[in-house]
């Protein structure tokens, strides 16, 4: 393989892989099949929306692919490792490294720094203090927030506050990013903002997806994801 083919297979190989994936809560004619039977393969420098109504198995999905949940059965892989294998020690090393997350609420702490809130995940990645600093303010720098870094999240608007927590996520360089309803708690001009953060983000190269309600939000995917009663009815490539 000459080098130019070698790069877009690195460029394109599958990040996350849901193979046969399974989720049932309780048993017997109580059992609920939030998940069943799922396909899912999401590649490098994908940007996948997800959309479904509630109970549809999409925030499921998302636990799932964040590590937070495992499956009842089937298999999942991230960067080719067999997640259902790992105990939880493992799996809590697995999301800090390999996975960020931005919510509807921002899950800032509230007497920490918009630097020291971005420092956290690197504490738990063994990083130096030095360390820790340089890249929490190139990170800020990078969502636009480089004049703010002493601010404390109650002097930060909605939309800065989310960009801190899109700092933070993407701080050890994920994987994946993962985005549940991320502006579900903005207006719409601070939406169109952190839309546009994403959109930025995804030309950089950061594999993404974004669970969403709207739209015009799911519009700005490559690809979405319709789920309907634990399995994905239809997947649409946009862009």
Not at 124 to 137: D, F, H, L, N, V
Not at 222 to 227: H, P, Q
Request: net charge negative.
């Amino acid at each position: 393989m000459n080098g130019l083919l070698a790069d877009q297979a690195h460029i394109n190989h599958p990040v996350a892989v849901l193979n046969e994936v399974s989720k049932h809560y309780g048993s017997g004619i109580t059992k609920v099949k939030a998940l069943d039977n799922l396909n899912l393969t999401i590649h490098q420098g994908d940007y996948l929306a997800v959309m479904g109504a509630s109970g549809s198995g999409k925030s499921t999905a998302m636990n799932i692919l964040g590590c937070l949940d495992r499956p009842t059965s089937g298999s999942y892989q991230l960067n080719g490792l067999a997640v259902e294998d790992l105990d939880d020690d493992a799996l809590a090393d697995l999301r800090n490294q390999e996975l960020g997350f931005v919510f509807q609420q921002f899950h800032l702490l509230p007497q920490a720094t918009a630097i020291e809130n971005v420092m956290l995940p690197m504490v738990y990645a063994g990083i130096s203090a030095e360390q820790r600093r340089e890249k929490a303010t190139d990170a800020l720098a990078r969502v636009g927030l480089a004049q703010r870094t002493g601010n404390r999240p109650n002097q930060l608007s909605g939309g800065q506050q989310q960009r801190v927590a899109i700092a933070r996520a993407i701080i050890n360089q994920p994987a994946l990013l993962l985005a549940d309803e991320p502006t579900g708690a903005l207006d719409s001009k601070t939406t169109e903002d952190v839309l546009n953060l994403f959109d930025d983000l995804h030309k950089q190269g950061i594999t993404l997806v974004l669970v969403t309600h709207e739209d015009d939000v799911a519009a700005r995917a490559k690809r979405v994801a319709r789920f309907r009663d634990g399995h994905i009815v239809d997947i649409t490539t946009q862009h």
